[in-house]
């Protein structure tokens, strides 16, 4: 079925660094465009980053510019999210999320990976 | 950014009730080229991750009961349940995909009376 397989959270000191993966399974991963959303503990939603289905576009929230890194590979099915220098504010479960067309709403969500900033 | 505001930030329906839930955006969600508003729902429940409810501001996504509707345009938007279920408890976000530095609400937190 449609899936999106969130990894690589955890532990990390702030200023350290993390990536995590989004596999994707059940469509044509491809044809898509694709995006992160974060949610701090007992918060709301933020979304973080937005790929198009090459690459060609890519946008940040203000508040990770810089610092985070998103990427695709369409051969693996697989999207990225590189995060440096990361903050205590950073703090958050990362959802990898699928547009319903080429603008959104949200129609497929992963069941998120936890990131927990904290020295 | 485009800031969308919600209210109210909670509210409390009794089993069977109308719910009703609003949204505000800082500029217009309608886009006159093709007469749509970019502006989408969702439900979190506790634990879970969000679930798409209505895109389009009132197109009612696959498998989502008829009870949900969304209505609105230009900067005003609602999210109505017409017969609350027990079910239905959670938090809604109302999102806008207007512009691609997406925005969401800062969310409803709807109970049961």
């Known amino acids: 079925q449609v899936q999106l397989v969130e990894s690589g959270g955890g532990l990390v000191k702030p200023g350290g660094s993390l990536r995590l993966s989004c596999a994707a399974s059940g469509f044509t991963f491809s044809d898509y465009y694709m995006n992160w959303i974060r949610q701090a503990p007992g918060k709301g939603l933020e979304w973080v980053s937005f790929i198009s289905r090459s690459d060609s576009r890519i946008y940040y929230a203000d508040s990770v510019k810089g610092r985070f890194t998103i990427s695709r590979d369409n051969a693996k099915n697989a999207l990225y999210l590189q995060m440096n220098s990361l903050r205590a504010e950073d703090t958050a479960i990362y959802y990898c999320?699928?547009?319903?067309?080429?603008?959104?709403?949200?129609?497929?969500w992963g069941q998120g990976t936890m990131v927990t900033v904290s020295s | 950014d485009i800031v969308m505001t919600q209210s109210p930030d909670s509210l409390a329906v009794s089993l069977g009730e109308r719910a009703t839930i609003n949204c505000k955006s800082s500029q217009s969600l309608l886009y006159s080229s093709n007469n749509k508003n970019y502006l989408a729902w969702y439900q979190q429940r506790p634990g879970q991750s969000p679930k798409l409810l209505i895109y389009w501001a009132s197109t009612r996504e696959s498998g989502v009961p008829d009870r949900f509707s969304g209505s609105g345009s230009g900067t005003n938007f609602t999210l109505t349940i017409s017969s609350l279920q027990a079910e239905d408890v959670a938090v809604y976000y109302c999102?806008?995909?207007?512009?691609?530095?997406?925005?969401f609400g800062q969310g409803t937190k709807l109970e049961i009376k």
């Open positions: 999320a699928r547009p319903v067309n080429d603008y959104g709403g949200f129609d497929i």
């Open positions: 999102q806008q995909y207007y512009s691609t530095l997406y925005t």
